[in-house]
Every structure is written in C-alpha cells, then in structure tokens.
C-alpha cells in the first residue's frame, strides 16, 4: 500500500466572499486568476479582503501567502516552465506586499 503524498502548500481557501452574496475572489488553479473578477490572484480586492480577515494575526497571514507562493510557483511552472512567470514576480505578487513587507530606509 503506497501512502498518499503530501500537499505541497496550503488550499486557497480565503479570502471568504463579501459580501456573502457576491463571489468569493479565489484562485482559479492551476492558473492563478481570480474566480470572481480574472485578474492575476490575489488581486487587488483579495489583497484588500485578506489584510482585514488577518488584520489581528500577521504572522498567520505571512505563513499563508508564502505557502501558496509555493504552490503558484509550482503550477504555473508546470504549466509554462519557459514563459511563465519569475519567481521574484511571484514573490512580489504572493508574498512582498503582506504585513512584514519592509519600507525604503532614507538617510538623514
């Protein structure tokens, strides 16, 4: 009997819908694109959806999206391994603008 093999990251689960009624703004796997507006996931209201759901656990939400940072990367690379994607343009779009993002230091 083989064992089943592991998840390689989180499930795209949030942000949940809102509002409830509308669709929620998920990623269409394998491609990445949000279900409910087709612009590249997270898009700008799933960033925004996101920030509030996790605004009292930064950390939670910094594990998450570098968990489907993870998986993106590995989808859209299989899918396009040529012409997809960087994986600094998958860090920016996943993972750079989350809580523990770093601002420009200026000299004074």
């Not at 998450?64 to 396009?80: C, I, K, Q, V, W």
Request: hydrophobic share 35%; with cysteine.
């Amino acid at each position: 009997m083989s064992l089943p093999v592991p998840r390689l990251g989180p499930y795209p689960d949030r942000p949940r819908a809102y509002p409830p009624d509308q669709p929620a703004h998920l990623p269409i796997r394998p491609l990445w694109l949000c279900r409910a507006c087709g612009l590249p996931w997270p898009c700008a209201q799933a960033r925004l959806l996101l920030k509030a759901e996790y605004v009292d656990h930064p950390i939670d939400l910094a594990v998450y999206l570098s968990g489907l940072y993870h998986e993106a990367t590995h989808d859209l690379f299989r899918l396009n391994p040529h012409d997809g994607p960087t994986p600094r343009e998958l860090f920016e779009r996943f993972v750079a603008w989350g809580p523990y993002r770093k601002g420009i230091v200026q000299n004074q």
